[in-house]
């Protein structure tokens, strides 16, 4: 009885672990850097190159922190979004191009819009490493304070802005400095 026993229940854990997965959300992937202040960066401005912008410029503010870039087909599909997100004032947007050209950087604007405050070029792409971006489209949220609230990992969908975006832009403008 006994040797039957240990199989049945190892059976019936691997079955809870495995239905479990179930349920997951497929699109989350944990980021360590949240609840944890942004890490460092300097930057060049995309309009101004010989100007950067820095973590430090982004304190006092409520911010979008959107990487993307010009190659990038869900990029293109997020920006409709990204319009609309810029239309209501609500919040600071700044985008960070990834691995791009000024001319693909330029094209894309012209071809879908410009919803960002300011671009930013991250040519190498390591300070895209240092955030821990696994692809683009990436979106982090950050607060007054320069701690990370959110990330968002993928196309920003028009659901997942009235549904989650939105609510914490508000939520995190209504916090103290």
């Given at each position: 009885m006994k040797k039957f026993l240990i199989p049945v229940a190892l059976f019936i854990a691997i079955g809870v672990a495995l239905g479990r997965g179930l349920f997951l959300n497929p699109t989350y992937i944990p980021s360590p850097l949240i609840g944890k202040p942004m890490p460092a960066f300097s930057l060049p401005l995309a309009a101004t190159p010989n100007v950067d912008l820095t973590n430090a410029d982004l304190k006092g503010h409520v911010t979008l922190l959107n990487v993307f870039a010009s190659w990038c087909v869900s990029c293109k599909q997020e920006m409709p979004n990204l319009m609309r997100l810029h239309a209501l004032h609500l919040v600071r947007l700044v985008g960070v191009d990834y691995k791009d050209t000024p001319q693909g950087l330029h094209h894309y604007l012209d071809a879908f819009g410009?919803?960002?405050?300011?671009?930013?070029?991250?040519?190498?792409?390591?300070?895209?490493?240092n955030w821990g971006i696994y692809g683009v489209p990436e979106t982090f949220v950050v607060?007054?304070?320069?701690?990370?609230?959110?990330?968002?990992?993928g196309p920003i969908s028009y659901r997942k802005l009235h549904a989650k975006l939105i609510p914490m832009v508000k939520r995190l403008e209504a916090q103290p400095a």
């Open positions: 410009d919803p960002y405050s300011m671009i930013v070029t991250d040519k190498r792409g390591m300070t895209a490493i607060n007054k304070q320069g701690i990370i609230a959110y990330k968002f990992v």
